[in-house]
């Protein structure tokens, strides 16, 4: 079982930054695929951006170079800085992991996650 923690949501300007924080337990978190996603109120869960085990990165086209992937693996943590934010950015995001990982798997799919955190919710006032 593995367990996500995120933080570092909050409420903030168009044009502000965030640094958003996801903690996992377990210890074989090197071997998880990991992921963000996010859902604004009445849309569906889209995907964000996610890293692979190897550190391979996939962003969704709206991201356009606006935020970062990156992991720590000496502490569990899988980050995504938000830059530029836009008030179409505002939802809950989420963290997931793919756990354990597949060749196959496509980090871009919700449905190869096995795990997810309880959301941290991002408001972009304009």
């Known amino acids: 079982q593995v367990q996500l923690v995120e933080s570092g949501g909050g409420l903030v300007q168009a044009g502000d930054s965030l640094r958003l924080s996801c903690v996992a337990s377990?210890?074989?978190?090197?071997?998880?695929?990991m992921g963000w996603f996010r859902q604004a109120p009445g849309k569906e869960r889209e995907f964000v951006a996610a890293i692979s085990w190897r550190g391979d990165v996939y962003y969704a086209d709206f991201v356009k170079g606006r935020f970062i992937i990156s992991r720590d693996n000496t502490v569990n943590t899988v980050y995504l800085h938000v830059n530029t934010l836009k008030p179409e950015d505002t939802a809950v995001y989420y963290c997931?992991?793919?756990?354990?990982?597949?060749?196959?798997?496509?980090?871009?799919?919700?449905?190869?996650?096995?795990?997810w955190g309880q959301g941290t919710q991002v408001t972009v006032s304009s």
């Open positions: 997931a992991a793919d756990s354990p990982p597949n060749a196959y798997d496509d980090l871009r799919l919700s449905g190869e996650y096995d795990y």
């Open positions: 377990g210890r074989t978190f090197v071997s998880y695929g």
